[in-house]
């Protein structure tokens, strides 16, 4: 597993995981080790990017009595990060599945949302996001195609930059709306609609 940890003193503690069922680490792993101290105003950032392992999905419970799914939990435990993302990549053929509006009634969870350039982003598995972090957490998903163009690459890279240098929900979202929206509008509605008080990410 690539480890790394960039540490400003006091501040919020933000943990990035990429790579966490089947062979995304090997897509996410490039952009994940672009991050740097630039990146970081005040406390820390740890990264990690998981090795391949068999691909169960976080919407299962079963994932989290998995071996990856276990060191995530300990992560989490560990560390207790007031900013938990997942690097994820999907593959052409799941984009629809991803975006379905009625996904939530297929599935169980809300439709990600599309940025730009078939970057989605959601809120992290229920089970992880009500069970483990606190209301005002700021816990997000991050898919990009696994073969993604320089466009796709650039938007998720941006958004990841955005959340390392953020210090708290509002200012992540204050960064999200300048480009973003109607994006912004849309995962506050299904947050809503799902998870009642909760906010979207």
């Known amino acids: 597993m690539f480890s790394k940890v960039i540490d400003k003193g006091s501040g919020p503690t933000r943990v990035f995981v990429g790579g966490v069922h089947g062979k995304e680490g090997l897509t996410t792993l490039n952009l994940i080790q672009l991050l740097d101290e630039n990146d970081v105003k005040d406390g820390k950032l740890l990264l990690y990017n998981c090795p391949e392992t068999k691909y169960i999905s976080t919407l299962n ?53 599309e940025l730009e350039h078939n970057v989605l982003i959601s809120s992290v598995a229920p089970y992880l996001r009500t069970n483990f972090f606190k209301r005002n957490d700021v816990c997000i998903t991050l898919e990009m195609p696994c073969r993604p163009t320089e466009n796709s690459t650039n938007v998720y890279l941006e958004v990841m930059k955005a959340i390392a240098g953020s210090r708290n929900r509002s200012e992540f979202e204050d960064k999200l709306k300048i480009k973003y929206p109607s994006q912004v509008i849309r995962a506050q509605r299904y947050a809503a609609e799902f998870f009642g008080e909760y906010p979207a990410f």
């Open 61 to 113: 419970p079963l994932y989290y009595h998995s071996p990856m799914g276990e060191k995530i939990l300990k992560l989490i435990k560990t560390h207790k990060p007031e900013i938990y993302v997942e690097l994820h990549c999907y593959k052409p053929e799941s984009y629809l599945k991803l975006i379905d509006i009625e996904r939530k009634k297929k599935v169980g969870v809300p439709p990600l949302i």
